[in-house]
């Protein structure tokens, strides 16, 4: 997630994150995913990664409270990674494309992001400007949404 707006204060304090994804990537396996890193505290990160059907999910951590959320004023490109996971299969190897898209709408359920602005909790989702940029590199696949940005990695 990048701060692009101009307040001096913008502390992120958490989020839900929903995907759609194309199942056939499992395989025929179970497709699970993990958490691997992120530049938040541990106590900030999303947490109880999950599938189910043909959606991803992440859920909030906890609300710190203003004053002790994660200063994001002037982080700058490419921001602050908000969580990096791990895709995997039960499956011999995965299949296609992980056609990853936000769930940045209605119907519910969908990716809310709240930071604190001053000591004000905000709602800061845009779904207007949430991306999933997709490329290959050697024996990698990665997906890279922007705003907020998150780093898939198939391996």
Known sequence: MEHT?????FEYAGGQYFFN?????ANGGTLTFSIVGSDLPSNMMPRNPTVSGSQLRLIVNFFPGSGNGFDMTGNGFPGTKI????????????????????????????????AYVGS????????????????????????????????????
């Open 120 to 155: 004000l909790n905000t709602d800061v989702s845009t779904p207007q400007t949430h991306s999933v940029i997709e490329t290959y590199q050697a024996n990698c696949d990665h997906f890279l949404l922007s705003n907020p940005c998150i780093q898939y990695s198939q391996y």
């Open 5 to 9: 707006n101009s307040p001096t204060e």
């Open 83 to 114: 969580v990096r996971l791990r895709l995997s299969t039960s499956a011999i190897q995965m299949n296609g494309a992980l056609s990853l898209q936000w769930r940045s709408a209605l119907p519910n359920p969908f990716t809310k992001i709240f």
């Open 21 to 25: 994804f194309d199942p056939a990537i």
